[in-house]
Each structure stands twice: as C-alpha cells, then as structure tokens.
C-alpha cells in the first residue's frame, strides 16, 4: 500500500509540473526574428590608479596626443598616477611608462570625444616639469613649469 501512495505521489507532481511549464510556456510569446538596428555610438572608459615611492624633487611629464593634465597635492614620498581614459569606435593608440623620473604618455585616436586625463598626486614641494603641452593644465601655483 505505501509503495501504491508513493507511485501515485511522484506521478501527481510528475503531472503538475510538466502542466506548469506547458501554462507558461503558452503564456510566454517571444519574438523569433530580430528587428531592424543600427549602432549610433559607444564609449568605453577605463580608470587606472599606480602608487610610486618617489625620491625625486621635481617630476618630468611629456605628453602627446589628447591628453589632459591635473596636478594636486598629494601624500609624502609617494606619487600617485591616475589615468582615466575614454574612446568611442574606432581605433585607438595608448602609451604609458613611468622610470621614477619621467612620465611619458601618449593618446591618440581616430573619433572625436576620446582621450585620457592624468591626475597626478605629488609630494609637497615637488616640481612638475613639462616637456609636452598637454591639452589642458590645471595646476597649483609655482608647482608646475616647463622643462
């Protein structure tokens, strides 16, 4: 007799949820096909943060392409680099290198509305040197200078 209960219990939740998934697979109407679209633009920005020691009075930058610079003030012997940068379609070419002296870096690309901007965390009383022209610069007074 419990072996008949037990039969007659999985064949009704057998039953109930097979006719579940049938309702609402009725229920559910999706479309087969796609329909007309078109990409109008995409941007894609990307931030990235490095944390240097730095032994050095003074920082040299030189940059190229479509670049922005911000120097603020920042933690004692530590200079912190952050890059945030954004592109649309297109390609794009980025450099970056950093030897405990110089900052070299490079942006370039093909569509309007890309470029990075470089916020740099000095030391206080370090000099920010700069051998490239930068798009824009927004700096302290008497902390940045060209080299």
């Known amino acids: 007799m419990r072996r008949l209960w037990l039969i007659a219990g999985g064949a009704f939740a057998f039953i109930s949820i097979v006719s579940m998934g ?9 479309p087969d096909e796609s329909a007309d679209t078109s990409l109008i633009s995409t941007t894609t920005k990307e931030t990235t943060e490095s944390v240097y020691v730095i032994t050095t009075p003074e920082v040299y930058v030189d940059v190229t392409g479509e670049i ?4 603020v003030p920042g933690r004692d012997d530590r200079l912190t680099i952050r890059r945030e ?3 649309a379609l297109g390609p794009r070419e980025q450099s970056e ?8 870096a490079g942006f370039t690309c093909e569509t309007r509305g890309c ?4 916020t740099l965390a000095v030391p206080k009383g370090t000099r920010v040197l700069l051998s490239g022209m930068p798009r824009t610069l927004t ?5 940045c200078a060209e080299a």
């Open 85 to 87: 940068s954004a592109w």
């Open 68 to 71: 922005d610079i911000k120097v």
């Open 115 to 118: 470029g990075a901007i470089y």
């Open 139 to 143: 700096c302290p007074p008497r902390m």
């Open 22 to 30: 049938v309702a609402f697979g009725i229920g559910a109407n999706t």
């Open 97 to 104: 290198s950093w030897n405990g002296r110089w900052l070299r």
